[in-house]
């Protein structure tokens, strides 16, 4: 989806070059649009970054530690992250339940603002899903083994 959307993104930024410098008609809200598929590929795939594990961390004394505290280290992170993705979900909801409320429009589009602004809630929401779901599976791991 991810891949998509950024593609979308990319082929719209061609055309709009193309209209601009070619035909000499640029697309109006070509880049509002692109603003809003960048913004849901951001977020929808920061879910996998995150359930791959592969988001930035300050790594360099964790690799220095001992299994178990960096193992301890790891699980606190993914907790963390868990904590404030929900946090945020709980204080942006507000704001997209009233985008969709007044029928919000971006002004170059005419685009429902409410569908950018509600990929960063549930991209959050995919993140936590997915860290949590490689946080339990792991525990499944240790226990096998």
């Keep these: 989806m991810t891949a998509l959307m950024l593609l979308i993104a990319v082929a719209l930024d061609v055309a709009n070059i193309v ?36 988001q930035l961390r300050m790594d360099v004394i964790l690799h220095a530690l001992p299994p178990t505290q960096r193992r301890a ?38 685009f429902p603002l409410v569908i950018p602004q509600a990929l960063v809630p549930i991209g959050l929401g995919l993140n936590a899903f997915l860290v949590g779901i490689r946080l339990i599976g792991s525990f499944r791991v240790v226990r096998r083994c």
């Design 19 to 54: 209209g601009r410098y070619v035909l000499f008609r640029p697309i109006a809200s070509a880049e509002e649009l692109m603003l809003f598929l960048l913004v849901g590929t951001v977020f929808l795939g920061n879910a996998i970054v995150g359930f791959e594990g592969r």
């Design 73 to 110: 280290l790891d699980i606190t992170a993914d907790v963390t992250m868990i904590v404030v993705c929900v946090s945020l979900i709980v204080l942006a909801w507000p704001a997209v339940q009233m985008l969709a409320e007044f029928d919000e429009r971006s002004e170059a589009a005419n």
